[in-house]
T-cell receptor, first 116, second 112 residues
Framework: DADVTQTPRNRITKTGKRIMLECSQTKGHDRMYWYRQDPGLGLRLIYY???????NKGEISDGYSVSRQAQAKFSLSLESAIPNQTALYFCATSDSGAGWGTDTQYFGPGTRLTVL | GENVEQHPSTLSVQEGDSAVIKCTYSDSASNYFPWYKQELGKGPQLIIDIRSNVGEKKDQRIAVTLNKTAKHFSLHITETQPEDSAVYFCAASMGQGGKLIFGQGTELSVKP
């Protein structure tokens, strides 16, 4: 969905480096999420934020941190990257004011991260 | 916490045949069950969802069924077409914007 953008789309880095993945959205949604996708494991939630002042850990937050700089921006950082963080990372958004549609999440195109 | 199991992991069908993907969930408090389709190089996109107050929902060639007693829900695609080829994910949550717990994904291949 072009309304949710992620940068970079691909990144190769080395063990121990600090990496930041960025997500921006023009949908006006208040809720934002970070997931990682691994083959055979589906999508697993890393962190989520229900508004600018609200940050929550997901299933697999160890080794990651996030920053919600504005309603439209949510960044994911790997403080010291390790090879098992090699994965496809997705940002998603949802709208708490959408009534029955509140649960629908809209995903960005993903960032493929390789840690050597 | 909630756990979602999805089967099969891969599914190959001939064009025009039907495809069925099944999921089970563990938390009886879950009440929202979406299905997402992920095409190559793209992020997942919602294709259909069902809430626990209904047993079945249809949208053209796709349908979802829910058995709350057995904690099962399934995606049915009829008259499959090559453009249905993708990875499909089921998920479960307690609704109201709560966390989605995803299944492992099913790679569907529709052969012309």
């Amino acid at each position: 969905d072009a309304d949710v953008t992620q940068t970079p789309r691909n990144r190769i880095t080395k063990t121990g480096k600090r990496i930041m993945l960025e997500c921006s959205q023009t949908k006006g949604h208040d809720r934002m999420y970070w997931y990682r996708q691994d083959p055979g494991l589906g999508l697993r939630l890393i962190y989520y934020s229900f508004d600018v002042k609200d940050i929550n850990k997901g299933e697999i937050s160890d080794g990651y941190s996030v920053s919600r700089q504005a309603q439209a921006k949510f960044s994911l950082s790997l403080e010291s990257a390790i090879p098992n963080q090699t994965a496809l990372y997705f940002c998603a958004t949802s709208d708490s004011g959408a009534g029955w549609g509140t649960d629908t999440q809209y995903f960005g195109p993903g960032t493929r991260l390789t840690v050597l | 916490g909630e756990n979602v199991e999805q089967h099969p992991s891969t599914l190959s069908v001939q064009e025009g045949d039907s495809a069925v993907i099944k999921c089970t969930y563990s938390d009886s408090a879950s009440n929202y069950f979406p299905w997402y389709k992920q095409e190559l190089g793209k992020g997942p996109q919602l294709i259909i969802d069902i809430r626990s107050n209904v047993g079945e929902k249809k949208d053209q060639r796709i349908a979802v069924t829910l058995n709350k007693t057995a904690k099962h829900f399934s995606l049915h695609i009829t008259e499959t077409q090559p453009e249905d080829s993708a990875v499909y994910f089921c998920a479960a949550s307690m609704g109201q914007g709560g966390k989605l717990i995803f299944g492992q994904g099913t790679e569907l291949s529709v052969k012309p």
